[in-house]
């Protein structure tokens, strides 16, 4: 048995010693009282440091209802800063308010958003992760509102034409998502916030497959869709902001050039793009892949092909 070592005060009478003795040896007899206190003492420091991260904003569209803006755990302080500032979490607030936004008509409000995940490319940010709750007021029910931001993006279809053959060239691509290599437009995200989607599309263009495009030969097939539309695709609307212009470009190569381009290895090695350029048959490639890319520039060429907004290719 443990020992106890007990003062007591010369002046205290003999009752009130014994009566000091009897609650310390009651305490060492259980001593797992003393742990739960400071277990519990632990506990409420630790949660009184853990609090989520908050910000407060004011949109115009709901100017008497504030929305908050919470971290979720895991997320730092600079994380945090770092997304409310983005241009993407900017954009997507600025997509709500929009004539054609879900806030427009005042039948729907912002209450809360929860940022999840930040990651970054280098100093920008990449992709955000995080879930709305945006109420019907007339029911006042949720509506879906899990969101995976990524912002603007292009894709360009190149179709050469050689020995009255026409050609696509895409690109072969590890895609870890979906778990497959995939058959795809030359495509990439837009890295600033300058919209330079043109320039950007040849940069990819010339990274992806080695081609290097003269801008003023690219036609801007998302133009052609009406104003309402914002004149970009969304792909995946139901959990990704992911909008897409998608572009058109058209030449004339000697047969030698599509054999060089079959197969070559391309992409920026040090980031991980392991990239092949395959050429297809155009008049294939309606089938030959699930690139919805592929297939929405398809759709947009033939049908303003069939408007006659487009030209015929010159030999």
Known sequence: MASHILQVSSSMSLHQQLRTLSKTLSLSSHPHRLRSFSSNCKMSTEAESSSPLTHSITLPTQLAEPVQIVAAPGISDSQFRTAINSSLFKQWLKNLQTETGILANNAMSLKRVLLQGVDMFGER????????????????????????????????????ESEGETYAVLTEQVRVP??????????????????????????????ETGIHLNLEDMIDLTAFLEPSTGCRVFPSPGGCDEEISLFLYRGHVDKEIIT????????????????????VSYKNLWHMTADSKVLMAIALYEMAMREGLLLQSKT
């Open 125 to 160: 940010v990449g992709f955000l992760k995080f879930k709305a709750d945006i109420v019907d007021k007339e029911t006042g029910k949720k509506v879906p509102g899990i969101v995976f931001a990524q912002g603007p993006a292009v894709a360009i279809l190149i179709l050469l």
């Open 260 to 279: 060089q381009l079959q197969g070559k290895e391309t992409g920026l090695r040090d980031r991980g793009e392991l990239i092949k350029v395959r050429v």
């Open 178 to 207: 979906v778990g497959r290599l995939i058959l795809e437009l030359p495509a990439g995200m837009l890295d600033d916030d300058k919209g330079d989607f043109v320039g950007t599309a040849a940069q990819e263009v010339e990274e």
